[in-house]
Structure formats: structure tokens, C-alpha cells
DNA sequence: GCGCGGCACCTACTTCGGTCGGTGTCGGCG
DNA sequence: CGCCGACACCGACCGAAGTAGGTGCCGCGC
């Protein structure tokens, strides 16, 4: 097998360093390289110790766990980063997600299942909490219901009419889209209109969003 | 601890339904007690079989694996469904999360992290294999960046300004938002100019886009 | 061949959306 | 106090959006 995980764990408290410590260091395969207390020491720590998996507090009083992520996940040969946290706010999770944190997880979380994830994490798999987890199954889903309606919608559409959707889809006016797709204004409102009346909405606006909804940009 | 956990096996090929049901037949706390080759089979084997988790195969010929999930999952004390593919197309994927199923996993998943997944999903965690979770991350990552800058832009405009976006967002005339907030219509006229004029816009669909992208329904 | 429906295109007319200018009100500040 | 800026509100004007109606052009079926 490969040589052992090097983890690196950053918290404020140094309660929580210390018990996260415990729990990882000496199991199989794992070994605790260093700690930091602030999102400002992560660097510096990521730089003498070259750690694989970086566990990551989210509420630090500093430089909080986002921006540290951030910073740590720009870097060569960056370290995956497991976030850690008590709350689990919408905010919190895309937050760390977009920074490039490889697995979200919630502070109750038994320690086996922590351990789990590191090994997870650092073999390039995703890890996220099931509260997580069932949030983002949530969102995909409803968001994929209005897309498959709206898409059906557009369905009756001629071709030259979708791609009129698709500039107002942009917010643009008619004389930009006229000369856009080469025909004169007057044309452009025709297309708009019988777009109207076949998807049975008021006024380009509602185009728009319904467009949107489909995915089109 | 509690009885065993029941599964019904769902799959048009035979020797597929065999693997399963011999990696998870005799496992500690988890008994096959059904089989079923189609989905018009599904309904009448929990019937009589009453699973607690349902391993669901997703292309089948007659009755399709989602169809069946939704089925299934409409009935009282629905058995969880865990859905098992070859195929991770991002139809595939929604689709059967829109059906109510509580895992997704890649056929390619090794035994053990099967077995591990029934448990999980029984208990009522949800299951996704790495690569899903992956996509769902991207997702949700992709999506929440357009939010912050539109929710950023919005923080300019006044109370009632925000009214008059939240209406324009919903595609509605001037008219319409007039009668709705009590107000003329020059007004809400007024009030969209210099919100257009506030965020650097040329057009109520501009609004309307930008809304939806912060978020506002 | 001829009629027919759908499409892309246009003109002329009506309605809606956006700009400009202006009023009254309120709270902050020298 | 008197001034200023921000806000909510309105009326008059004009350009853009949407409607009605009509033309030429395929491709289809009788």
C-alpha cells in the first residue's frame, strides 16, 4: 500500500485540534502532521508539513475556513480539504464547495465516519454529511422539474423561433435580435408574438424565465 | 438491535438478480425476500414481500426503473429505493431522484460499499455513488455564483424597489404591479427606471433574469 | 396539378414600457 | 432653522413591444 495520510487540522479550539487528533492519529493508515488555530497559519502549516487531507473548521475568528480553503486549493500539489462544521447553512455549504472543499461535514458526525471520509477524500471521492447530501439531492430534483416542463414547452417551436427565444432568453431587445439573426424588426415581434400564443404567456419577460427554467443559458 | 432488513431485488436480468441477491443474501441483518424481473412485477412483490429497501435496476423493458420507483414511493409505507445503473446521464440521475428514490448508485460499485449503502438507506440516509455526489457539487457550486453577484447588485435598491423586482421577476405588466402595491402605474414605471438605471440595465427582462438569479422565485 | 398548412417575412396600427421632469415627505446635519 | 438627499409618488411624452393582417415559399396529400 501507500505511505501513511498525512492530515493537517485546523480549528481555534484547541479542545476540538486535540480531540480530532485523538481520534485520527494512529489509526491505520493515518497520521496527524500538524495543527493550525487561523485561517493566517494554514499556509505556512501547509507548507512545512505538505499534508494530504487538510480538516477545516468553517467559524474562525480571523481568516475564516472559506477564504483559507480558497487559498489552500489555489496553491500546486493542493491538499483536499474536508470542512467541518456545526452549521449547515445553504450559505455555509455552496460557500465551501466554490472554494473547492472535496467534503462537507457536520460536527455530529461519529468519528468512524470521519475517519471514513479522510480516507475518501484523499483517494479523490467526494464526502458530504447526509443532512448535506439530502439538500442537494432536494435541489437538483426540484430544479429539474421545472426544466423537463419547460422544455416540453418549447417543444412546439420552429427552429427559427428558438433561436428567438434564446436571444430574448438574454434580455435583448428586438432591434439587437433582429439584426442578430438578419430579419427586420417587424419579423422579430411575429416571431415573439406567435412564441406568445403558443406557450400561452403575456410578454417577453415570461419567455425569458420560462427559457431560463429550460437551461438556456 | 432490530430484525433484519428485508430487500427486494429488482432487475430484468437474471444473472444480475443472482449476483445481487448471493453479495447480499446471508450478510449480517439483511435477507433477499424477493426478486422481481420488471417493473410491472414490483408492485404486487412488495406487496407481498413488504421490503424495507428496494435495489432497482433504472433501464428495463416494459415498466421502467423510474416509473416503478414512483410508483412505489407513492404507496403507504413505502420501501426506500435504491437505484442501480450503468448509465450516469444527468436524466438518469434526476429523474430518479424526482421519483423519490433515497440512493443512486453506479453498477460498477464494489460489493461491500453495496451492502454498506442498503444499511444507510434504510436507516434513512441518502446514498449517492462519488461521481454523482461530484456532479451535484458542480452544480450546486456553478449555480450559487451567479447568486451572490445578483444578490450583491440587488442590496442598492429600497424597500419598495425590491417589491417592484420581486413582480417584475414574476413576469408581471406594469399594470398588473400597479394594483398589487397600490400604486399608479407612472409609478411603478418610476420605480422600474431607476432600478434599471441602479443596476446598469436596459430592460424589465434584464430584472426579471437577475431576480431569478438571486434567487426570487 | 392543386389545395393546404406551416414557416419566414413584411406593413400598418395599438398598447405598453421607459424617460424626463416635477411634487410632497421624511430624517440627518451644519 | 434651513438645507440637502433619499424616497415614494405622479403626469406627459416617445420609442419599443405586441397585434392584425397579408405575401411568397416550400413540402405534403388528394
Chains 1, 2 share one sequence.
Do not use: W
Amino acid at each position: 500500500m501507500s505511505r501513511e495520510l498525512r492530515i493537517l487540522i485546523v480549528d481555534d479550539d484547541a479542545l476540538v485540534r486535540g480531540g480530532l487528533s485523538m481520534m485520527l492519529d494512529g489509526v491505520h493508515g493515518i497520521s496527524v502532521v500538524g495543527e493550525a488555530a487561523d485561517g493566517d497559519e494554514v499556509t505556512a502549516a501547509a507548507d512545512t508539513h505538505a499534508p494530504d487531507v487538510v480538516l477545516m473548521d468553517l467559524c474562525m475568528k480571523r481568516v475564516d475556513g472559506i477564504a483559507a480553503t480558497r487559498k489552500l486549493r489555489a496553491r500546486p500539489r493542493a491538499p483536499e480539504v474536508v470542512v467541518l462544521t456545526t452549521f449547515d447553512s445553504d450559505e455555509n455549504i455552496l460557500h465551501a464547495l466554490r472554494a473547492g472543499a472535496g467534503g462537507f461535514l457536520l460536527k455530529d458526525t461519529p468519528p468512524p465516519e470521519i475517519v471514513d471520509a479522510v480516507r475518501k477524500v484523499a483517494a479523490g471521492d467526494p464526502i458530504l454529511s447526509p443532512r448535506i447530501t439530502r439538500r442537494l439531492m432536494d435541489r437538483a430534483a426540484t430544479q429539474s422539474g421545472a426544466y423537463e416542463r419547460a422544455r416540453a414547452a418549447l417543444e412546439s417551436l420552429s427552429a427559427r423561433e428558438h433561436e428567438v427565444v434564446q436571444a430574448v432568453a438574454e434580455g435583448r431587445a428586438n432591434a439587437e435580435i433582429a439584426t442578430r439573426l438578419y430579419m427586420s424588426v417587424p419579423t422579430v415581434k411575429a416571431h415573439v408574438s406567435s412564441i406568445l400564443t403558443k406557450l400561452d404567456l403575456d410578454n417577453r419577460t415570461q419567455i425569458a424565465l420560462l427559457a431560463h427554467d429550460a437551461g438556456l443559458a
